[in-house]
T-cell receptor
Framework: AQSVAQPEDQVNVAEGNPLTVKCTYSVSGNPYLFWYVQYPNRGLQFLLKYITGDNLVKGSYGFEAEFNKSQTSFHLKKPSALVSDSALYFCAVRDAYNTDKLIFGTGTRLQVFP | GAVVSQHPSRVICKSGTSVKIECRSLDFQATTMFWYRQFPKQSLMLMATSNEGSKATYEQGVEKDKFLINHASLTLSTLTVTSAHPEDSSFYIC???????????????FGQGTRLTVV
């Protein structure tokens, strides 16, 4: 069965510091991996995805994520956090052999302090 | 990215009435649309998947007679909450995706969400 784990409910970081939001996955086939961000009372905005190719994926707003097959991880990173990055972040996976559904993690709330 | 418009953004209705929520893909043809429900401080729960012109596929535990989904065109899907009750109060989000190769590789684009309050 497909699953996604985001082990941290909340991540706190000071503005200007690097941030990492963790995600691990489990699929039977090759994974298609996605990161989304949600601001209060809004839908989700797409940040980036990994389908194939380079393990380091660059996305919107300066975010990037690194696909690590051996550790089955897809951690979201940003070199220098902004207060405006404070939001709820969701990791999601779709199995290449079962492409109907996008399975979401439980979400990680990122709080960036000035 | 592509734009998905969801309407209304907020609705309050009386218990026992029905509410319709629309989800439109504005600049692409959505072969598949998804409806999610999100409880406070929780992740998204997939309710159903709909493909244009066919019946929606509901997730286990979701009452299809209560949550009616229609996907009549490649740009519009609707969710109707019938005979709403206070426990149906929630944040409902739709998403849409077009065709891509490899299949499943495309990201889904999300509507702004609808906050439903049943009083």
């Amino acid at each position: 069965a497909q699953s996604v784990a985001q082990p941290e409910d909340q991540v706190n970081v000071a503005e200007g510091n690097p941030l990492t939001v963790k995600c691990t996955y489990s699929v039977s086939g090759n994974p298609y991996l996605f990161w989304y961000v949600q601001y209060p009372n809004r839908g989700l905005q797409f940040l980036l995805k990994y389908i194939t190719g380079d393990n380091l994926v660059k996305g919107s707003y300066g975010f990037e994520a690194e696909f690590n097959k051996s550790q089955t991880s897809f951690h979201l990173k940003k070199p220098s956090a902004l207060v405006s990055d404070s939001a709820l972040y969701f990791c999601a996976v779709r199995d290449a052999y079962n492409t109907d559904k996008l399975i979401f993690g439980t979400g990680t709330r990122l709080q960036v302090f000035p | 990215g592509a734009v998905v418009s969801q309407h209304p953004s907020r609705v309050i209705c009386k218990s026992g009435t029905s509410v319709k929520i629309e989800c439109r893909s504005l600049d692409f043809q959505a072969t598949t649309m998804f409806w999610y429900r999100q409880f406070p401080k929780q992740s998204l729960m997939l309710m159903a998947t709909s493909n244009e012109g066919s019946k929606a596929t509901y997730e286990q535990g979701v009452e299809k007679d209560k949550f009616l989904i229609n996907h009549a065109s490649l740009t519009l899907s609707t969710l109707t909450v019938t005979s709403a009750h206070p426990e149906d109060s929630s944040f409902y989000i739709c998403s849409a995706q077009g065709q891509a190769y490899p299949i499943g590789a495309t990201e889904a684009f999300f509507g702004q969400g609808t906050r439903l309050t049943v009083v």
